[in-house]
């Protein structure tokens, strides 16, 4: 496909969510759209970066290196900006996906120098183990809990990025939080998504990988070497939980097996070696260069390479490959090697891992739903009755994170390397410092 083909198909895709948004109290997105548009209220989680408002701010981010917003996107803008900070103030659930670090996000892409209320108000909730959670994870509890997307790691991860007056006070106490949450294993130390938690989801988003990740950026950003020490210990516990076979790297979804898991291995940015591969190029940003003998890079490179022979994104059986989202699918891995493309520029490697993500571009356009109001996507739950899922509008879960994918990957083939990237909290180190849009 050309970048004109995937460009056009993102500025549809984010045509049919624009059209989506509704007011009342500010903007909200229904998370899904049926075919009969019947009239939803906000969710409970309508302003979140997962599916709710702060999810458009990345694309509004992305589409202003393109060219200039509309005054309809900038009121849009000016909407989310105006009630996140009012929110914000009042917010008590602390997390990146879920909550007020999800809010400074969204704050600093859109107007930089408001994440600062999101910030105060985290510093303002801090106690000694972290930050207590509203998710009802575990019913009962509001015990903090560990992982990128509802718990310490993605707050701690936000800070680091984010920077400011509040970011060193609160990197810090998510790190010795997460230092105290710890199982020590034979090889290393272990995270599960709550220190309770019996099965653990190893890998990026809810598991030990993020956890690590986020312990070596911290490091490096505090010069705490044992927060780096921590996350290679979590590193080495990966490394003995995983397979290294056929010169690729890939970790089992869930330990012990979920039977609600059908594939026992899957390539998401969640749960697969795409989001795990961040963790090897944070190592590599803290100054670490082996784990167990086994360089890094060496280890970014194999998990990239799991993803390139994994069969993705074909749906070669049910189960195997259902979802085209940045979650769980086909946007989220081809924005990780698209990340690759650019750390590796001028190597072999990256115009190998960029035929890898025009794969994962041309597939979203083979799939996409159009009609005059726009496009985008419907998912699989082979498991239903009705397999075919309606439509999502959100970041991780529908359209608006697929369109901006589709809308980086045009403006590479455009642009090339040096071509800006919309750097976020749980993947900056994983590009050159140079091309970041928020580095200074």
């Given amino acids: 496909m050309t970048s004109e083909a995937y460009k056009e198909l993102g500025e549809a895709a984010w045509s049919w969510v624009l059209d989506q948004v509704r007011e009342d109290e500010g903007p909200w997105l229904p998370e899904t759209v049926s075919g009969d548009r019947r009239d939803v209220t906000p969710a409970k989680d309508r302003d979140s970066l997962y599916s ?14 393109h060219r200039e917003l509309s005054d309809r996107e900038r ?3 000016d909407g989310i900006v105006a009630r ?13 996906y879920d909550g007020l670090a999800g809010d400074a996000t969204a704050l600093k892409l859109l107007a930089p120098g408001e994440e600062s209320i999101a910030l105060r108000r985290l510093d303002e909730l801090t106690t000694p183990d972290g930050w207590k959670t509203t998710t009802e994870f575990e019913p009962g509890s509001d015990a903090p809990l560990n992982d990128i997307i509802m718990g310490t790691a993605g707050v701690l991860m936000t800070a680091v990025w984010a920077r400011g007056e509040f970011a060193d006070a609160i990197a810090t106490t998510g790190g010795e939080a997460l230092l105290r949450t710890a199982d020590r294993t034979e090889a290393g130390l272990d995270w599960g998504i709550a220190p309770s ?14 956890v690590a990740a986020a312990l070596a950026v911290a490091g490096a950003s505090l010069g705490r070497a044992d927060f780096v020490e921590a996350a290679v210990d979590g590193a080495r516990h990966v490394l003995s939980v995983g397979l290294l076979d056929d010169d690729g790297f890939v970790v ?15 390539y998401t940015w969640c749960h697969g070696p795409a989001g795990t591969s961040h963790l090897f190029s944070a190592l590599a940003h803290a100054g670490v260069t082996e784990v167990a003998g086994l360089q890094v890079d060496e280890l970014r490179r194999r998990c990239l390479n799991s993803l390139l022979t994994s069969g993705v994104p074909e749906r070669l059986r049910p189960g195997f490959w259902d979802n085209d989202g940045r979650c769980c699918g086909t946007a989220g891995v081809g924005d990780v090697l698209l990340d690759a493309v650019q750390d590796l520029a001028g190597t072999d490697l990256s115009e190998t891992l960029l ?8 597939a979203l356009v083979e799939r996409a739903v159009r009609d005059g109001s726009g496009a985008r996507w419907r998912f699989l739950e082979y498991r239903d009755d009705e397999p ?3 439509p999502g ?20 083939i455009e642009n090339g390397p040096r071509s800006p990237v919309v750097d976020r909290p749980d993947q900056w180190w994983a590009v050159p410092a140079e091309v970041r849009v928020t580095r200074s």
């Fill in 393 to 412: 509008t959100a970041w991780m879960q529908g359209a608006s994170g697929i369109a901006a994918y589709l809308l980086r990957l045009a403006r590479y």
């Fill in 84 to 96: 996140l900070s009012a929110e914000a103030k009042g917010r008590v659930e602390p997390s990146l």
């Fill in 355 to 362: 035929r890898g993500a025009r794969t994962m571009g041309d």
């Fill in 388 to 390: 075919l899922l309606p």
């Fill in 252 to 266: 089992p979804h869930t330990i012990p097996p979920s039977r609600r898991e059908v594939e026992p291995i899957t």
């Fill in 75 to 77: 009121a849009l803008s």
């Fill in 52 to 65: 709710g408002i702060a999810g458009l701010a990345p694309v509004l981010a992305e589409i202003a290196q």
């Fill in 197 to 210: 938690t019996p099965s653990r989801a190893p890998n990026y988003s809810h598991g030990t990988a993020g």
